[in-house]
């Protein structure tokens, strides 16, 4: 258990190389709230795309600093209960979810449930509820101890994945569009994405990515064909494809718009090029399809309507535990994960992650 004073990771948002470690009051708890000391998280490039567009997607409201211009980025993992003021909530479970980039948070359970409990803390009330959801790992079906890390990194990527192939299937790939272009194809999101699309027949998966991670990106098996950005233009101009954008890069989007005149559909997911940035310019007067920011919560909500939410979940279970067995079966394995202790690691490996640096196959692992 951590001993040393709680404290935040926080960065600057218009700014994000810029961060730092800010020590946190330990506030008293009030009837209806627990305390969680944060056990680990992941640090992917997921957590740069709710950075990138923390003002847009409202990411930043989570875990408010009260500090201006400054944000904490969320991540996930896993938290166990250090102090309850709420019945059904006990002193020692764990708990998987959304937390803070730091060493503890203050909850305020509600719906509490054999499953767990949602945040019902007033601030966040207007924020997706997919987010405010805390699973118990006593009872969570998706929950092994012996793959806890392998969770924090893929399970919140994967549940994106699978619902960005639902979502593209549900619309029929927007009349035609049976090639993909799938941007930063080395991320995790990235790839479990083609993952779900390799299995539909007819469509070729098309992995786009820079030149050091081609050989990662062909090795997954995954990908119909890996390109290094440089090699877009080897695809034939009428080709009828749709853009899955995970790179978030302005100079590439422009290009793709400007060379495939069929592209029926951009399909605008995160922001791992955070220097080359669409949403900060170059979204404009692009021919084509305009780019469409792509909303996991909403997909959910749908289906949920569609299937039932007990479908949903056996479903989602069901991809989970394909996608997983061949991530961790393969030789080498998609991911291995990597722990990193202490603020001064985490520091460094955010850095790091930030500037796109690092091999492919690492994921990494953060103990506050």
Known sequence: MNTVAPATFLVRKDALTEARWQATALV???????????????????????????????????????????????????????????EGVAVGEKFY??????????????????????????????????????????????YDAATEDVQSLLRPLFITSFLIDD?????????????????????KTAYGTAFQLARRPGLAVVGLT????????????CYSRVLGYEQLDSLAADTPCIY???????????????RFGQLRYNCSIGGTHVD?????????????????????????????????????GRKLAQAWQDFTRQVTGARPPWLSPQRHAGRAALQAVYQEVLAGKGDPRTGHILLP
């Not at 820079?210 to 098996?221: A, H, I, K, R, W």
């Not at 940035?277 to 749908?302: C, H, I, T």
């Open 167 to 187: 979502f593209l299937a549900d619309n029929d790939f927007f009349g035609g569009g049976t090639t993909l272009l799938l941007s930063s194809a080395s991320s």
């Open 276 to 312: 080359e940035l669409a949403a900060k310019g170059g979204s404009r007067d692009l021919p084509g399809p305009r780019p469409v920011l792509f909303f996991a919560p909403a997909q959910v909500k749908k289906r949920v309507a569609d299937w039932g939410a007990e479908a949903f």
């Open 97 to 142: 979810g959304y937390y803070p980039m730091g060493s503890e948070v203050v909850a305020q359970p509600a719906r509490v449930t054999p499953a767990g409990f949602f945040d019902g803390a007033a601030h966040r009330q207007a924020l997706p509820v997919v987010y405010n959801q805390y699973m118990r790992c006593a009872t969570d079906p998706f």
């Open 244 to 258: 899955v954008d995970f790179a978030g890069s302005a100079p590439l989007r422009q290009r793709i718009h400007s």
């Open 28 to 86: 008293a708890l009030v009837p209806g709230q627990v305390r969680l000391a944060i056990e680990s998280f992941a640090l992917t490039s997921n957590n740069i795309t709710y950075a990138a567009f923390g003002e847009a997607m409202n990411y930043w409201q989570f875990f408010p600093t009260g500090e201006e211009g400054w944000g904490c980025i969320p991540v996930w993992g896993f938290a166990v209960v250090t102090e309850s003021q709420c």
């Open 210 to 221: 820079s030149p050091g991670n081609t050989v990662f990106c062909e090795s997954l098996g």
